[in-house]
């Protein structure tokens, strides 16, 4: 495995929108939750579009969602919200950029905001695997209970779990960091571009679009297919 680590984004960056936004909207769909919640959920994706809303709150929001049942009681939803939802807006271009970088022998990592359970569909999608995303605490009987586990991986979060994941595969984290590229489309991510030798935005929010141009950082935009449902 190659010493370079290629990082990606999910959400807005390789998926062509939010997983936990369109979760939200696929449970609403299926009737799963109330007409209100798709407001509340939609509130709270433009605040972390504007990087505004609180970390914990964000992520306790949607792990509120799959609060009192276990992970193998998802398992069917989570696989018709593969096919239905998710690999419809993976686009070619996604697979592309991160085939590029497989063939240069570099090691992937998908390190997402999301919560494991909504994040690892997409990452085997992609064929990621290894995966950092948010954890979430389950009772003893393995049932989800609506509160996090362990740091959220976003903002400063997401430098401070890859740190960790790097020292837990025995990496120096400022030689690991120096040469690892990222890619991202969100102000939420700018402690991590920071972090990193090779950060790039893609389809940047206009907040990363400014410290992109500021910082002189390339600027990706992927291909992606206007009739995604």
């Not at 407001?39 to 605040?47: D, M, P, S, T, W």
């Not at 306790?60 to 807006?89: C, I, K, M, N, S």
């Not at 271009?93 to 994040?119: C, E």
């Not at 120096?172 to 790039?200: C, K, Q, T």
Request: glycine content about 8%; overall charge negative.
């Amino acid at each position: 495995m190659g010493d370079t680590l290629a990082l990606f984004d999910l959400d807005h960056t390789l998926l062509t929108g939010d997983s936990d936004t369109l979760w939200c909207d696929f449970l609403v769909a299926r009737g799963l939750l109330g007409p209100d919640f798709a407001e509340r959920n939609a509130a709270l994706a433009e605040g972390y579009r504007a990087g505004t809303v609180g970390v914990e709150a964000f992520c306790r929001f949607y792990a509120g969602t799959l609060a009192g049942h276990a992970l193998a009681d998802w398992a069917p939803l989570l696989q018709d919200f593969l096919a239905e939802v998710l690999r419809p807006r993976i686009p070619a271009a996604a697979q592309a950029l991160v085939q590029q970088h497989r063939a240069q022998g570099h090691r992937l990592l998908l390190t997402s905001a999301t919560n494991r359970v909504l994040a690892a569909p997409s990452a085997a999608e992609l064929g990621f695997a290894e995966l950092l995303a948010t954890e979430l605490a389950v009772d003893g009987a393995g049932r989800f209970t609506g509160e996090l586990r362990g740091t959220p991986n976003m903002r400063e979060g997401k430098v401070a779990r890859l740190q960790a994941w790097l020292a837990g595969q025995g990496l120096a984290a400022e030689v690991a960091l120096a040469r690892a590229w990222f890619y991202s489309d969100s102000i939420n991510d700018l402690p991590l571009l920071l972090a990193v030798g090779h950060p790039v935005a893609v389809d940047p929010d206009p907040r990363l679009a400014h410290e992109a141009r500021q910082r002189g950082w390339p600027v990706l935009t992927l291909a992606r297919d206007a009739h995604a449902p």
